[in-house]
């Protein structure tokens, strides 16, 4: 009888793993823990299998939510403030304002409204508006109608946004990959445990020797249909799974190679019936 197949987990993206995981999981279900043995095995690898979807899943809070919230509708306002203000210059008595508040009123234009916009999206457009104001001709036209602090202050408020919102992704980035990373290491473990147990049952059954039928049994016995056997039936489901992932990920380059300094977590050393894999693992 075969065993399981040897499967490295860390070769595999988030999305094959959790594909792969999910798999396993329904196979060990329609056969069942019961019959495979592996009770305890399940519940902790079913345990695993939770941990890893809520760290998929999390969003994380902190204390930049609030402050970003306020940093966006801060910039917000001082854009209000410089295009109310150009606005109003465009009525004044003076010839030469009306004149530089037209021009101003034309490049603000070009921009268009920057309250429909996404976060990001009008950070970068606000970013350039504010650069182009402080490029000549546009600067100059800034500096005769006295309204260099307002602008400066919407770039002063753009600028602070688009580090806070860095500062957030950043710290998004780390807490969400090390909740994954965590994660998956616990299910690895479970994982190769549930491979320990059926492989472990099944060396144990090629070296018995196999229960044979009482006499009085004999006719019965073969007049009655044999089933297939759960850990085989089992083995041949998951070698087929990995068989199918291996394929999916060399074909996509859907794969992943342990960080630098992070030790991969081992394969449980059993016989393996797969044809070794040619091509190396991207």
């Not at 780390?174 to 998956?184: D, I, P």
Request: proline share 4%; charged share 30%; net charge negative.
């Amino acid at each position: 009888m075969d065993t399981i197949n040897e499967v490295r987990l860390t070769s595999f993206n988030n999305d094959l793993y959790s594909g792969f995981m999910r798999a396993v999981d329904a196979q060990i279900q329609r056969v069942t823990p019961e019959a495979l043995r592996i009770t305890k095995c399940y519940e902790a690898f079913s345990a695993a299998r939770t941990q890893l979807d809520a760290a998929y899943i999390k969003q994380r809070k902190d204390n930049l939510t609030e402050t970003m919230t306020q940093k966006d509708q801060e910039r917000d306002d001082y854009w209000r403030c410089l295009v109310k203000h150009i606005e109003a210059d465009l009525y004044s008595s003076d010839t030469a304002k009306r004149a530089s508040a037209q021009i101003l009123a034309n490049k603000m234009d070009s921009y268009g409204s920057m309250l429909p916009l996404g976060r990001r999206a009008e950070s970068e457009r606000m970013h350039d508006m504010g650069q182009d104001l402080c490029t000549s001709p546009w600067s100059d036209e800034i500096t005769k109608l006295g309204r260099e602090a307002d602008r400066d202050a919407m770039i002063k408020a753009n600028d602070e946004y688009i580090e806070l919102d860095s500062q957030r992704e950043e710290g998004q980035k780390t807490v969400e990959t090390n909740a994954v990373r965590t994660a998956r290491q616990v299910l690895d473990a479970a994982y190769y445990d549930v491979v320990s147990a059926v492989n472990g049952q099944v060396a144990y059954n090629n070296l018995v020797d196999p229960e044979e039928a009482e006499e009085d049994d004999g006719p019965q016995m073969q007049s009655v249909e044999r089933t297939v056997d759960p850990l085989t039936d089992f083995v041949q489901s998951i070698n087929q799974l990995i068989k199918s992932y291996k394929t999916t990920a060399a074909q996509s380059g859907s794969t992943t190679k342990p960080e630098e300094g992070e030790e991969e977590t081992p394969t449980p050393e059993e016989p393996s019936t797969e044809e070794p894999d040619d091509k190396p693992v991207v």
